[in-house]
């Protein structure tokens, strides 16, 4: 059966209803707008995740990271800025997804403008975290030097206990950050243990797709938690968001990815990182699910996404999201059987990519997305012996040899020998590699390596999985 086939059946998930959220030392970063949260957030996971930049409300959505900087790891959860007077209707959204990053973090770092001095929205935060029953640090960016220390001292109004001056574009003071945060935390698990109660690396799934054909509703819908903000204006996420969680024994990271669009209708500085982003969001990722708009159809952005993922070498699901509003009149499985027709003449390149039918609006079929990639993760750690391999490569020229190709004389390509490797076996999901010793490996047209392609898929379990040939000829004397 195939894997478009299997796709269709609706058969019950015995893990479907035990999605969880694993429980981590967290600590939310919380403050208005432009105070240097993401820059904060930046150096405390080690890396570049969260966008910075100088204009207010550009981190929209909860982003977290692990921070690795003390004697135990915790989790750093990026907020948008409270109290934002955002222009484009996001200002609620932002309050309530600081809401939640409070009501689920262990401790709050509650960040302030040393150089501005306080503001009316200060007092107002001041006043919820205190409410929050949440241990709270105050901390006073942009303290860029010893001399900027006494500008700090106006914050002592605000009521808190706990009080540093740091500096995040200058590194300052983040020892002492850090040193307070463990202080305050609860303690942390031994080493390996949550890897024994996981039981597996996390498998990273980069959602991928052009803007507005619902990713983030997909991940809330996966989820049962809006985690990410949703709405009907392109390009509300514009940072790469990792959400960690657990389901059935697995431990996940979904990563919701700024909607790429073509690069000539990029208008912001904003818009072309978030793409660059998704672009290494793409390399990084251990499978990636391309969600496409089935009542729109596969438009030529979808194209291009598609074959970014293709030449990154990734595994891949197509989830088709707004199926509900894709031949609505027709029965199911017409309406099924249209789709993989049209999904597979847009996306005949991505053609080993089960497709997924599902309306992240009603909560249709999204679970399906995680038995596919579990079924990927199973067909990428099959085995299959080399003489077995061998046996099946040398019946397929057999069966169908290779073209006679003119150089100097009219030659035929000659299989010698061939084996199975894996690219970065230490990923949950694995990549083969099939490495073919040939006589000449010029003699290999790319509709040979095609047919090669499409019969081994029928004989070996490769559903979701790219198959890359790797073609050696024999050396000269």
């Given amino acids: 059966?195939?894997?478009?086939?299997?796709?269709?059946?609706?058969?019950?998930?015995?893990?479907?209803d035990k999605t969880t959220i694993p429980h981590e030392r967290t600590v939310a970063i919380v403050g208005r707008p432009n105070v240097g949260k993401s820059a904060i957030f930046n150096r405390l996971a080690g890396r570049r995740i969260s966008i910075v930049h100088d204009q207010p409300g550009v981190t929209r959505d909860r982003i977290a990271a692990p921070c690795r900087m003390g004697k135990a790891p915790f989790t750093v959860i990026d907020t948008g800025g409270i109290g934002a007077a955002l222009d484009d209707g996001f200002a609620g959204a932002v309050h309530a997804e600081a809401d939640i990053a409070i009501e689920t973090a262990d401790l709050i770092v509650f960040t302030v403008d040393g150089q501005d001095g306080l503001s009316p929205i200060d007092f107002e935060l001041a006043a919820l975290l205190r409410k929050a029953d949440r241990p709270v640090i105050l901390a006073v960016n942009k303290i860029d030097e010893e001399k900027h220390e006494a500008l700090s001292g106006e914050f002592a109004k605000l009521g808190f206990e706990r009080s540093l001056s740091i500096s995040a574009e200058h590194n300052r003071g983040f020892e002492r950050l850090v040193a307070e945060i463990e202080f305050q935390l609860p303690e942390a698990r031994e080493e390996g243990e949550e890897e024994e109660e996981i039981g597996s690396k996390p498998v990273h799934i980069a959602i991928v797709g052009r803007p507005n054909v619902g990713k983030s509703s997909m991940i809330n819908a996966l989820l049962g938690d809006e985690r990410t903000i949703v709405s009907d204006v392109a390009g509300t996420t514009r940072d790469a968001v990792d959400v960690p969680f657990e389901r059935g024994g697995q431990e996940y990271i979904l990563i919701d990815t700024a909607g790429l669009r073509q690069r000539n209708?990029?208008?912001?500085?904003?818009?072309?990182?978030s793409a660059m982003r998704t672009e290494r969001t793409i390399r990084r990722a251990d499978i990636c699910a391309l969600v496409i708009d089935a009542a729109a159809g596969v438009t030529r952005q979808d194209m291009r996404i598609a074959q970014a993922v293709v030449e990154e070498g990734k595994p891949c699901v197509i989830v088709a999201n707004k199926f509900d509003l894709y031949h609505p009149d027709a029965k199911r499985h017409d309406r099924l059987d249209i789709l993989r027709e049209d999904v597979g003449n847009g996306l005949f390149f991505l053609h080993y990519a089960p497709i997924v039918a599902a309306s992240a609006l009603h909560n249709e079929n999204v679970d399906r997305l995680f038995r596919e990639v579990e079924q990927v993760k199973h067909a990428s750690r099959q085995e299959i012996g080399t003489g077995e391999f061998n046996r099946i490569l040398h019946e397929l020229f057999t069966i169908n040899p290779p073209p006679s190709i003119k150089t100097r004389k009219y030659r035929r390509l000659k299989l010698l020998y061939a084996t199975m490797a894996r690219?970065?076996?230490t990923r949950p999901i694995p990549v083969p590699e099939f490495v073919m010793f040939v006589n000449d490996a010029t003699l290999l047209p790319d509709s040979y390596a095609r047919y090669l392609e499409n019969k081994l898929r029928e004989k070996l379990p490769m559903t979701g999985l790219p198959l890359q040939f790797k073609v050696k000829g024999r050396e000269k004397k």
């Fill in 265 to 273: 209708k990029r208008d912001s500085t904003i818009e072309v990182f």
């Fill in 423 to 425: 690219k970065d076996d």
């Fill in 1 to 16: 059966m195939s894997s478009s086939e299997t796709e269709v059946q609706e058969t019950p998930d015995p893990i479907a």
